[in-house]
């Protein structure tokens, strides 16, 4: 860690305590110390209360390496309460587009909401009455299907030329990229408006995206090209009706984890209808991508994951992927819930963890026991992913990350560099040195916020240095709420 990521200590003791000038035994100062860690999370959970002008960033230190250009666009909820209600879960705030542009060795910041129906109806009633995934809809709610409380507030991906913000069940949201204005609700084919898309599809070299939307045990399978549009929309029927955020793709086949989170019942809110039962296992779904009426079930031991890596096949066929697995969903079941009751309720780790299926036989989960969420790999190449990128060191007196790692699968070895207790790290990303070859030859490019500053920051590393912290650091004005996803357009 450098030294200008060291907090003064008296200067927080002083803040959280107001004993400026008096002596503090080890056990107040502790006390003190985590206090102000335990105060200062809260604004990570904060709300926007509007749309964020573009705004230099200050250059806290370093210098940004020659060669890197372009904008890190990320998701993720920023408004959660008004005067007449909030939203009860983490995941139902309105989705806000971050734009961190890098060019010509400075940066800048911009930020604009999402303009959706559910925004505009819980704005004009002064509430949340929209609903979402954990929280439950409020008298005057007009919900005529599931984009009436589309937050699209995941992720954010790149069509031609436009941004796509993206929910998990229901439509994309078309960007403009340099405005960031929502110029409309993109349905993809007229006989299936409203239908599920999720916030991770994935990529085929040339661009063009797979994707599911799931309703219960009912799925389809999307086929777009790199433009958006849509080539195939096929219905498939899932083994069982799991909670489904993410899933993978080897060069044949179209891998879907099924764990035993499981729709039942009807409630209002979806999440609520979800049941865990430890004792069914989980699965993994196996599709032919050539023939989707080709399928192949295989039993895993029960885990609960919201991310995995790209997959890939051996020429034996045997199929490997990387996941982030917990015990249990109890960061979704309870952490995210309280967080906006303003407590912090600790949840089980997630750990980095590759899942084999060969062909024939059992196959298996294995762990690394690296503590890894919001897992990136290179991109490019179809082989076994020799780096994985994640944020890691889950702090237990707050929630979330504060530092980020790279795996080396081939020295299994984590490289970390640890933020401290006044960082909390969100999502980073990888983007290739301009004309690189080598795998992870590159910058990893993603924001902390400064809890003790009160302000969001930028980084840059070497991908391959991580753990020798930030090439370039710069500070926005102000602390932008924790995001989810996000994306680097370069150029
Ligand atoms: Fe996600």
Redesign the pocket.
Known sequence: MTSHFQPNRRHVLAGATGLIGLALTPEQAAAAAALAIAADWKIAFADLEGDLAPRPLQRVHGKAPAGLAGTLYRNGGAKFRRTKGQATHWFDGDGLIRAFRIQEGGASLAARFVDTPKRRADTAADGVISGGFGTRSGPGARIASPDDVNAAN??VIRRGDKLWALWEAGSPFEIDPASLATTGMVTLRDDLAHMPFL??PRFEADGRIWNLGQVGDKAVIWQLSPSGAVQAATPIALPRASYI??FTITARHIIIVLQPWVYQGDSPVPMTSLTWQPGLGSQVLILDKADLASRRVVELPTFFA??MTSAWEAPSGEICFEICASPQPDFVIRTAVDLMAGTYTASSDPKLSLITVPTQGTARIESTGVIAEFPRTDGRGSGPNRFTLHATTQAKARPLFQGVGVYDWRKHQDLVFDFGPDHLVEEMVFTPRPGAVEAFDGWIIGPTINLRAARTELHVFDARRVDAGPLVTWAADVAVPAG??GMFWRG
């Open positions: 995941i992720s916030a991770h955020h993410d919201f991310h989810l996803h």
